[in-house]
C-alpha cells in the first residue's frame, strides 16, 4: 500500500468512528466533541485531495465556530450537570434500516458506474482561487457576505431578550 | 485511492447523518446530524472537483461551508429562542404547528 492508501484509511476509520460516536453517544456534550473530531476528519480528507485552503478554512469556520456556538448553546439549552444532558434516540430501528437503505442505494449506484480513470495532475489551486474569487465569482462571493450579514441580524433578533 | 473509496466514504458518513437526524429527539442532536450530513455532501465536492481537475467545485465548497455555518448560526438561534418561550428542545414536544 502506498502512503496516501494508508493514510486515507486511517482518516476513513477515524472519520466514520466520529460520525457514529456524534449520533450514538448519550451525552450531548460529547456528541458535539465528537462532531468537533468529525468535521477535523473531513478537514484531512480535503488534505488528501490536494484542497489545503479547504483545510484551513474547514478548521476555522466549522471546528472553531459552528462547534463553539453548538456548546454555547446547549450550555444555554441544557443543565450541564445532572442527567437532563443525557438523551435517548428513538425509532433506532427505523432510522436504521432507511439508513441503511440509503447507503445500500447510494453504493449500489456507484458500484454499477464505470470504473474512473486515474486522478488527473494535482496542481496547486490557491492563486487561481483568489483570481476566480475575484474574477467571475465576485459577485456570489459579494452575495455570501450580504447573506451573513443577514444571518447575523436574524440570529440577534431570535436570540435577543424581551426588553 | 480511487474516486470510488472518497464517494463510498461520503455515502457512509451521510447514512449516519441520516440516523442521526432521524432518531435524536434533542433539537441540537438533529442538527449535529445534519452537520455530518452536509460533511459528506462536501467530500463528494470537493472528490470530484479533484477528480475533473475543475476549480469550480472547489469554489462551491467554499460557498457550501459558508452557507452551512450561517444555517448552523440561525438554527441555534431559533433552537434559544424554542427554548426561551417552550422551556424544552426536545423535537418530540414541540408540536405546537400540529393540526
Same mark, same amino acid.
Given at each position: ?163 | ?8 466514504? *461520503?455515502?457512509?458518513? =451521510?447514512?449516519?447523518? +441520516?440516523? %442521526? $437526524? ?5 433539537? #441540537?442532536? !438533529? ?15 470537493? *472528490?470530484?472537483?479533484? =477528480?475533473?481537475?475543475? +476549480?469550480? %467545485? $472547489? ?5 457550501? #461551508?459558508? !452557507? ?32
Amino acid at each position: 500500500m502506498t502512503g496516501e492508501a494508508i493514510a486515507f484509511w486511517l482518516v476513513a476509520a477515524a472519520l466514520v468512528a466520529s460520525s457514529l460516536a456524534v449520533v450514538l453517544t448519550p451525552n450531548l456534550f460529547h456528541a458535539v466533541l465528537f462532531l468537533a473530531a468529525a468535521l477535523v476528519a473531513t478537514g484531512v480528507v480535503f488534505l488528501l485531495l490536494g484542497s489545503p485552503f479547504l483545510f484551513a478554512v474547514q478548521l476555522l469556520l466549522y471546528a472553531g465556530g459552528v462547534v463553539t456556538i453548538m456548546v454555547f448553546a446547549i450550555m444555554l439549552t441544557e443543565r450541564l450537570v445532572g442527567e437532563r444532558l443525557s438523551q435517548t434516540n428513538r425509532w433506532v430501528l427505523n432510522g436504521a434500516i432507511v439508513a441503511a437503505a440509503v447507503f445500500v442505494g447510494v453504493l449500489g449506484f456507484l458500484l454499477r458506474a464505470p470504473r474512473p480513470g486515474p486522478w488527473p495532475a494535482g496542481r496547486d489551486w490557491i492563486a487561481e482561487l483568489a483570481r476566480a474569487l475575484t474574477g467571475p465569482f465576485a459577485a456570489p462571493f459579494e452575495l455570501l457576505g450580504v447573506l451573513l450579514l443577514a444571518v447575523l441580524l436574524g440570529a440577534i433578533y431570535f436570540a435577543r431578550t424581551e426588553n | 485511492m480511487g474516486l470510488h473509496a472518497y464517494l463510498v466514504l *461520503a455515502a457512509l458518513v =451521510f447514512a449516519i447523518g +441520516l440516523f %442521526g $437526524v432521524l432518531t435524536r429527539r434533542n433539537a #441540537i442532536g !438533529i442538527l449535529l446530524g445534519i452537520e455530518l450530513m452536509l460533511n459528506a455532501v462536501n467530500i463528494n465536492l470537493v *472528490a470530484f472537483a479533484r =477528480f475533473h481537475a475543475d +476549480l469550480v %467545485g $472547489v469554489i462551491f465548497t467554499l460557498f457550501t #461551508i459558508s !452557507i452551512t455555518v450561517a444555517e448552523v448560526g440561525l438554527g441555534l438561534a431559533i433552537v434559544i429562542a424554542i427554548f426561551r418561550v417552550r422551556k424544552t428542545v426536545e423535537a418530540d414536544h414541540l408540536h405546537l404547528l400540529r393540526g
